[in-house]
């Protein structure tokens, strides 16, 4: 059974950080390509980060590059999401997927706010 459970969202303040955590189970974590998303009430599940199996390829929105950082730990099962220099517009629930599942977990809040 395919699984995704992240973990370590909560209330930040503007200009702090958070890190996010994905744990995966039930597939083979380290043949896939995996990424971050994000989703705020009333639009769209937007894409956030991208790392490739290996963690050697990542991608990002123009929106979080040089403030987030997306890496893996193939030997943990588990996918992170470094955020820097939070801003209010981050607020959001993220949730991290698969590129070969199409299954989302429950995700997890950041709300960074003064």
């Known amino acids: 059974q395919v699984q995704l459970v992240e973990s370590g969202g909560g209330l930040v303040q503007p200009g702090g950080s958070l890190t996010l955590s994905c744990v995966a189970s039930?597939?083979?974590?380290?043949?896939?390509?995996m990424k971050w998303y994000r989703q705020t009430p009333g639009k769209e599940r937007e894409f956030v980060a991208y790392?490739?199996?290996?963690?050697?390829?990542?991608n990002y929105a123009d929106s979080v590059k040089g403030r987030f950082t997306i890496s893996r730990d193939n030997g943990k099962n588990t996918l992170y999401l470094q955020m820097n220099s939070l801003k209010p517009e981050d607020t959001a629930v993220y949730y991290c997927?698969?590129?070969?599942?199409?299954?989302w977990g429950q995700g997890t809040q950041v709300t960074v706010s003064s």
């Open positions: 039930g597939f083979t974590f380290s043949r896939d390509g």
């Open positions: 790392i490739s199996n290996s963690g050697g390829s990542t």
């Open positions: 997927k698969s590129t070969n599942y199409p299954l």
